[in-house]
Each structure stands twice: as C-alpha cells, then as structure tokens.
C-alpha cells in the first residue's frame, strides 16, 4: 500500500509541479478594458493604395515576408488545451514607409490575408474593391525598434474605405458600417494581441505604470 501512496504522490506531485511552472511561464497578461481602450485611443488609421504585395515561397520571397500563423495556448485562461492563432501577413508598406504586420486572432485558424490581398491586389477592379484602411498605435509607430523587417510595426484592424462598394467584415452593408460591431472586432484584436503575442518588454512600454 505505501508503494501504491509513493506512486500516486509522484504522479500528482508532477502534475502540480508542471502546472505551477506553466502558469507561471505560459499564462496569458491579464489585460484590462482600460488598456484596451488607451491602446485604441492612441492609434491612428492610414489609407493603403499601393498594392500589397503577394510573398510566397513559390515567389522566392523572404520567409519572414508574407503569411504566417502564429499560436499559443489559451490553456489557463479556460482550462481547455486549446489554442488561439494569430493569422498574420507581413510586407513593406509604402504609405507607413516600413514593414507591417497584419493580425486577425481566432480559435479556429480562419484565413482573412486572402481577403487583404483581394484588397490589395495591383490588378484589382477599383470599382469592385477599394483601398483599405490599416489601424496603427501610434506609440508603437513611434518606436524606433518598430518597422524592420525582423519586428514589423502591428496592424491590428483594417476596414474597407468604401462599404457601400464591397464590405471587408460582414457580407452585409449595414453591419459593415455598424459603429458598435467594427468596435468589438478591434477591441478583441487588441486584448487578444497584449495578452498573447506582445513582448514584455514592448508592453511596458505601453503602460509604465504596469
């Protein structure tokens, strides 16, 4: 019987030890609404004209260039051994005259880059597709360590200029132009970017104060 007591204390001895390395390590930023709001208050927007690059390996680009998903587990934020994705895309904005990053957050790896692209595509119809609008802070643009190659500059929300054209979001115009739903897609973006992907270092920056 001691044997069977010293084999199960083991077990649950390393399950707790594990847990407790991991949440200490691998836990997402508690991110308040407060930081959510002052992040978003302090961003700026940009029309983007210029066309937006297609990088591929089949184009030889560079592989920091172009689409890339990014993970990370959301297991103690709901217990689950699951995972949110940042689908990203990268490349040199001539308007922002730096290297951008594009972020959509999801549980389920939906791809948005090929709808950015359909926007961005040199041969698009303009009379189909018009510009995007990219959402930048202004902090970070700031931010010498921003813009190269190796730490693009994020973009956290992008809209289309013109709705009434073809919408980005929501197939249908008026949920495309509702104030209270673009809001909430931005809003989840941010909190789901400064509690998973930001560096702690780049954070603090943001809010000294934390």
Do not use: C
Not at 22 to 40: A, T
Not at 124 to 147: R, V
Not at 163 to 189: C, G, H, Q
């Amino acid at each position: 019987m001691r044997g069977i007591g010293y084999f199960l204390g083991s077990i649950f001895g390393a399950a707790a030890v594990f847990f407790i390395i991991s949440y200490v390590f691998l836990r997402p930023r508690d991110v308040e609404e407060s930081q959510v709001k002052e992040f978003i208050q302090n961003s700026d927007k940009i029309l983007i004209t210029d066309p937006i690059p297609l990088h591929t390996e089949f184009r030889k680009s560079d592989p920091r260039l172009g689409r890339e998903t990014l993970t990370k587990t959301t297991y103690f934020s709901n217990r689950n051994m699951t995972y949110i994705y940042a689908d990203t895309y990268s490349y040199f904005s001539k308007e922002l005259n730096k290297y951008v990053r594009t972020y959509y957050f999801t549980s389920n790896g939906a791809d948005i880059n090929g709808r950015i692209l359909d926007f961005g595509d040199e041969d698009k119809d303009p009379h189909i597709y018009p510009d995007l609008y990219f959402y930048y802070n202004k902090t970070q643009n700031e931010d010498k360590t921003y813009g190269t190659i190796d730490k693009p500059l994020p973009i956290l929300f992008f809209v289309s200029s013109d709705p009434s054209r073809r919408t980005f979001w929501y197939k249908d115009v008026k949920k495309e132009k509702d104030k209270k739903l673009m809001d909430a897609i931005y809003e989840n973006n941010v909190k789901a970017y400064l509690a998973y992907f930001i560096e702690k270092e780049d954070f603090k920056k943001l809010f000294p104060e934390k």
